[in-house]
């Protein structure tokens, strides 16, 4: 900061060029673009689809709107778009809109630049100072976002016509710099005519004063598809203004979802434990979301979000966690017991349709049944299990659940060769603790495949030959 131009005169003899807030983003982004490097970092899935998409609305120049359910990244994608501000940005000092120093629109500045000159005194601001949100409200007024008479500045004695009157909203105040309005619909429609003016013009308008301030920002919003129609949830003339629309969707494929939940998660440390989430386990997790989106029993209108899949592998964790102290065991990896866990965290999150009264519990327990028995499927473990299924011919037992500790699953896999062989085989690593988890998931799949019987009383079962 020390070697960065202080006055005006300085900032001219240093060559610095002003340049627009979307020419400052194209340009970064082409650089960024050139050399293969992503726009954004942990944003997962969209490779092929939503991100070409909104690069080609950055090349061009577009004020962007982005249409999904809950959970699909659009404010973590507005967010990190400052990412491809400038680090710093020159502006008149004191001013509080950014005024640029070579082209101040507040009134304030004009006379700062006139009155001094070349020796006007010059602030930076860092590219996060100059990114602000607004979540969209019915309660929203017109002076949060453009601006109001201060009257306190009238009560010193100036005179309302005085444009120093004024007190900036939101928009003003992030004058070259990136403005996201989230949940656009929800903006009472007096209010959306408010952006008009910002998005084509380019200027905001305040109590009907006869000021022109030719704003430079970009603007980005999110909205529900299901509020973004025909049915008056937005003024027509304002979805005309947004340059690009860009749909977002939920993970194609549970192999990305598995990677979001893992790097979202909160990981669970703790003196002396080790945890380890078995991949067919976060699948699970993963496959259970990807069924909710498909089921009828789920009220899709509200959507099924990717934060659904991240809590429930929190809980999952935590349930093993508990399980596993409880047992004085220091290695955490989740079993099928621990998926129980799961129906609290995810009745928090979606809304299910059902006629009759007290199904919930029912419908969340079909589903993750159904995840299971996809995994277990897509594994292809039904063939290789098959010596496990005649080593159950006679009167075996297998006694499995919350309470059965590790080394009780040791000495069951020392009598049991063949389900040692498969599960070793899905296992992620030799302990003791990650066999024990293969196992159960193992007999678990072989039960949901119709080849053995489960006796369940709580979180105790027993799985047994047909």
Same mark, same amino acid.
């Given at each position: ?28 982004? %082409? ?11 942990? %944003? ?22 982005? /249409? ?56 930076? $601001? ?8 607004? /979540? =969209? ?106 340059? #690009? ?60 979000? $990717? ?18 102290? /409880? ?26 349709? #059902? ?12 589903? /993750?049944?159904?995840? %299971? ?14 010596? %496990? ?10 006694? =499995? ?66």
């Amino acid at each position: 900061m020390a070697e960065r131009p202080t006055t005006l005169g300085q900032l001219r003899a240093s060559g610095w060029v002003s340049r627009s807030v979307k020419d400052e983003v194209r340009q970064n982004a %082409v650089v960024k673009i050139r050399n293969g490097e992503p726009l954004f970092e942990g %944003v997962l899935g969209y490779e092929d689809t939503v991100l070409p998409q909104l690069e080609n609305a950055l090349l061009a120049g577009h004020d962007v709107i982005f /249409l999904g359910e809950r959970g699909q990244a659009k404010t973590r994608m507005i967010r990190s778009l400052v990412g491809l501000l400038d680090e710093w940005m020159p502006v008149v000092a004191g001013s509080e809109i950014n005024d640029d120093p070579y082209h101040p629109i507040s009134a304030a500045a004009k006379a700062l630049v006139a009155e001094q000159g070349d020796d006007t005194p010059i602030d930076w $601001v860092h590219r996060d100072a100059r990114y602000a949100e607004k /979540l =969209a409200t019915p309660d929203t007024s017109i002076a949060d976002l453009i601006g109001e008479v201060d009257p306190i500045k009238v009560a010193e004695g100036r005179y309302l016509s005085d444009e120093l009157t004024l007190h900036y909203g939101l928009v003003p105040r992030t004058n070259r710099g990136i403005f996201a309005l989230n949940e656009l619909p929800d903006l009472a429609e007096r209010i959306q005519v408010g952006l008009l003016n910002v998005l084509e013009e380019r200027d905001v308008q305040i109590r009907g004063y006869k000021i022109r301030l030719p704003l430079d920002v970009m603007l980005m919003a999110s909205a529900n598809p299901e509020d973004y129609t025909n049915r008056g949830r937005i003024i027509t003339p304002l979805k005309d203004r947004f340059g #690009s629309q860009i749909r977002t969707h939920y993970p194609l494929e549970v192999s990305t979802e598995v990677d979001i939940a893992l790097q979202e998660m909160r990981p669970l440390e703790a003196a002396g434990v080790r945890v380890s989430v078995p991949r067919y386990m976060a699948e699970v997790v993963a496959t259970l979301s990807h069924l909710a989106r498909q089921s009828p029993h789920i009220n899709q209108r509200s959507g099924v979000s $990717v934060r659904l899949t991240v809590a429930n592998m929190e809980v999952l964790v935590a349930n093993a966690a508990r399980r596993a102290l /409880l047992n004085g065991e220091s290695d955490i990896v989740p079993r099928i017991c621990d998926l129980e866990a799961l129906a609290s965290s995810t009745m928090g999150k979606v809304e299910i349709e #059902s006629i009759e009264e007290g199904r919930d519990g029912q419908i969340v327990e079909h589903l /993750l049944k159904s995840a %299971v028995l996809t995994v277990f499927r897509d594994h292809d473990l039904a063939d290789r299990a098959r010596p %496990v299924l005649d080593a159950f011919e006679g009167s075996l037992i297998v006694q =499995a659940g919350e309470d059965v500790a590790v080394a009780d699953y040791d000495q069951m896999l020392g009598d049991l060769p063949a389900l040692r062989e498969v599960a070793a085989s899905l296992a992620e690593g030799d302990s003791s603790a990650a066999l024990a988890s293969a196992s159960e998931f193992v007999l678990e799949g072989l039960h949901l495949s119709k080849r053995l019987n489960k006796d369940a009383v709580g979180g105790r079962a027993q799985y047994r030959g047909r």
